[in-house]
């Protein structure tokens, strides 16, 4: 099966620049027999258990989704079905940044980390892969109320601020999903790995809002329960795609929690399985807590501490002032008053301008490449802010196209220079002068001189709102996030080479005809020279059962009780698939 294009879908074909960079194509065909038996076991177990204890609309959603529990799903194929219930998949290189994952929400795709996980981590990995993905996520979207509240999630996600710190743990976290699941990785990388994940998850910080949206989306849409306290049913793509945790999670010993914007604050550990889980009463009430948590937001609320956290976090934020004007680039430097308003902010570095998420016309970053500064507030003497004075108001500041003018502010700030043009808004507000041989002063501070060319000044009295990211995705460069690259693959050995053949042969004969004398050679190779390997012994036993072959079929039983013998740690999955087969 060739899918090595990326499948375009409408929803797909309207994504940003800086987002489809993240899409890589899935390259079907690099997956190999093994892969599928590894996607083939858990599915099968996974339909089986969860088909009792999960939300009702996860089978319904299988189908939905054009997932196969016999075939690793191509992204071609869940794109053609998704898109009749509005949603779209993408096919990604494992962790990309969590204002990235959750705004890909909001455009209603999915994400989905292409890559497949080992068979000694079938039953968990902390790394993102298809089975999680497109096991876990996808199914529940068949909900209306649930893919809502994911993208509508993903739409206030998106916009969370995070912190150096954040990302700082995203890089140590991708790193080390990578070097786990990579065939080759030494124990002594993996250690170093864990040690720089846990350093940092158990550092001591003020949590950043997507720190604690991420607290949210963990709770919910990974590690959600829904229903009642005494008898709540899985939704969580985590609890989904993991056939240990989604029988243990159900335990009297794992704590079960009222879901509430508490969540919020409860940290977790992706390594380890989870003490405690939330439980909400429906997916409407997800929705109820994310506008709890959202009117909390700098994206809603503004003011110096929405601008502190965009200073803080070092990355691209954009403010919005009362007039509507969006200023996106990296905030620096803001100066407050004695009631902690903003009265001047700066940002360094290539700054666009906006209104309404759309560039203003010649206030892109080929304009402001070396950043944006301006004052905001109400001028001194007059309680009247600049947006909203009149054409009588503004005559008196001697507001003519190139005539000197000069703004006092209340908070001292003075900007004097020839005023060039200005621009408005829809409701006719001013939003922004333009003047040349133009100063701005603080006190005894210089902030703008003549010789820096000519200033722009946003119009507004305070912020309003504060968020990650631009206004406009289109105003900036699409390469904003550097990906962590995974380690190379190593060449296979013949031996493992060999054993792929074998399952390839059980692969090719159980979606044809079985032929009994080839099932019987590929046990005695196996046998031979595969001993450790338990889940092909498996697929003969089902074959060999399913075919009456009873004397091949007590052999490879054999075979397996032995198994779990010498390998004790594997044995509850081999029990596992014994019963599946028998049911």
């Given amino acids: 099966m060739e899918t090595n294009h990326i499948q375009e879908n409408e929803l797909i074909s309207k994504l940003p620049p800086h987002l489809k960079q993240f899409i890589k194509p899935q390259n079907y065909e690099h997956y190999t027999p093994i892969n599928q038996a590894v996607w083939r076991y858990v599915m099968r177990k996974n339909v089986d258990y969860l088909s009792k204890v999960a939300h009702e609309s996860y089978l319904e959603g299988l189908e939905k989704t054009g997932i196969s529990i016999d075939e690793i799903p191509s992204m071609y194929g869940m794109n053609r079905i998704l898109k009749e219930i509005g949603w779209a998949a993408v096919a990604v290189d494992g962790f990309i940044p969590p204002n990235a994952f959750m705004e890909f929400q909001a455009y209603k795709v999915l994400v989905i980390a292409s890559e497949i996980r080992q068979l000694e981590n079938i039953e968990y990995t902390p790394a993102p892969d298809i089975i999680h993905e497109g096991a876990g996520h ?39 999903s990578i070097i786990k699941e990579a065939d080759h990785a030494s124990a002594e ?260 001189s003549p010789e820096e060319g000519d200033f722009y000044m946003a119009v507004g009295s305070q912020i309003t709102s504060a968020f990650a990211g631009a206004a406009d995705p289109y105003s900036f460069e699409a390469l904003i996030h550097e990906l962590s690259t995974s380690l190379d693959k190593k060449e296979k050995s013949d031996k493992e080479i060999k054993l792929e053949q074998l399952y390839q042969q059980v692969r090719t004969l159980r979606q044809n005809t079985i032929d009994k004398g080839v099932l019987e050679e590929v046990f005695i190779q196996l046998k031979a020279e595969h001993q450790q390997d338990w889940l092909l012994s498996l697929e003969l036993y089902e074959l060999a059962k399913q075919n009456k072959m009873e004397s091949f079929t007590s052999e490879i039983r054999q075979h397996l009780e032995k198994l779990k013998i010498s390998r004790p740690k594997i044995a509850h999955l081999i029990e596992d698939g014994l019963e599946l087969i028998h049911s």
């Fill in 138 to 176: 996808a199914p529940i979207i068949a909900s209306p109320d649930y893919a809502e509240y994911l993208r509508r999630f993903g739409a206030i996600g998106s916009k969370a601020i995070a912190s150096a710190h954040d990302m700082d743990l995203y890089h140590a976290v991708r790193d080390l």
């Fill in 189 to 448: 990388a993996i250690q170093e790995a864990e040690q720089r994940v846990d350093t940092l998850q158990y550092k001591k910080v003020e949590p950043s809002e997507i720190a604690l949206i991420r607290n949210l989306h963990w709770w919910t849409v990974e590690y959600g329960l829904v229903g009642s306290l005494e008898n709540p049913k899985i939704y969580g793509a985590g609890l989904l795609s993991s056939i240990g945790e989604s029988k243990s999670c159900l335990l009297p010993e794992v704590k079960k929690i009222p879901y509430s914007i508490d969540a919020a604050t409860q940290d977790f550990d992706i390594t380890k399985p989870q003490p405690q889980l939330f439980v909400t009463p429906d997916f409407a009430y997800l929705a109820e807590v994310l506008e709890e948590f959202a009117d909390k937001m700098a994206v809603r609320k503004g003011g110096y501490k929405g601008l502190q956290k965009l200073i803080d976090s070092n990355s691209l934020g954009t403010i919005e002032l009362s007039t509507g004007i969006q200023i996106s680039g990296n905030f620096t430097k803001m100066i407050t008053n004695e009631d902690h308003e903003v009265v001047y902010f700066e940002t360094k570095g290539e700054t666009a301008l906006a209104n309404k998420d759309k560039e203003l016309i010649g206030h892109g970053i080929q304009t402001h490449a070396n950043g944006f500064r301006s004052p905001i507030g109400k001028l001194k003497g007059i309680n009247l802010a600049i947006e909203n004075m009149g054409p009588r108001d503004l005559k008196a500041y001697n507001f003519y196209d190139n005539k000197r003018i000069e703004f006092t502010f209340d908070s001292g700030i003075v900007v004097e220079g020839l005023n060039v043009t200005g621009i408005r808004n829809l409701r006719g507000e001013l939003i922004l002068i333009q003047f040349t041989d133009c100063t701005v002063t603080y006190k005894n501070e210089v902030l703008f």
